[in-house]
């Protein structure tokens, strides 16, 4: 287990009263291009494996998505949120430090969404670091990114798709960019993020969740 952790990041399952599977996103969420060696990364191609194995295995009760990410590749994280949302098992996400760019997604994948006070969220529009064509087609394929996006973010929480748009383009607040810095408590109540709260808060949240869940279960029988 410590090795799983100093070399991946990863917690297997916790030791608690229930099996919750710890999922950490930090750094910059690499996709289909490295991120340079400097960079702490959380890669696509190790935690879509990952999911699949939290969802098929029995023992796993429920899953803890922990962020503290500054975004990266935007179908890599899309990609990742969807696959979260689609977990069928009690899921809560808990944005500590920092959630942003593509890590809004990400944390409102889960079923339940958590962030502690001093956190924060830059909601942006989308953004390309290479070089891209000036053409008409090229524009045309970023709108469509950032309407998936507008999509999953107002799908999966309390906020509207017009104030979601406004907050990306609000060009009152960024220096050099245009959008939107929320912290927790802004956050919360933008309907962005459910609710204020600690990894306390989020296990016991799961734990309801499963408890719950098991009670049904025995009633079915």
Known sequence: MPDLIKEAGLLETTQGRHSIHCLTVVGTIEGHTLAPDNQKTTKYEHVIPLLVDIQEDP????LLVILNTVGGD???GLALAELIAGVGKPSASLVLGGGH????PLAVSARRSFIVPTATMTVHPVRHSGMVLGVPQTLRYFEQMQERI???VTGH??????????????????VMDMGTVLNGQQ??????????????????YLYREIESGAGRAEQSK
């Open 187 to 204: 956050a919360v109540e933008e309907g962005l993020i459910d609710a204020l709260g600690g990894l306390d808060d989020a296990l016991r």
């Open 59 to 62: 023992a796993v009760e429920g």
């Open 150 to 152: 507008v999509g999953f």
């Open 157 to 174: 929480s309390a906020i509207s798709a017009k104030r979601f748009t406004q907050l990306m383009h609000n060009t009152g607040e960024l």
């Open 101 to 104: 760019s593509i890590g809004i």
């Open 74 to 76: 935007v179908e890599a």
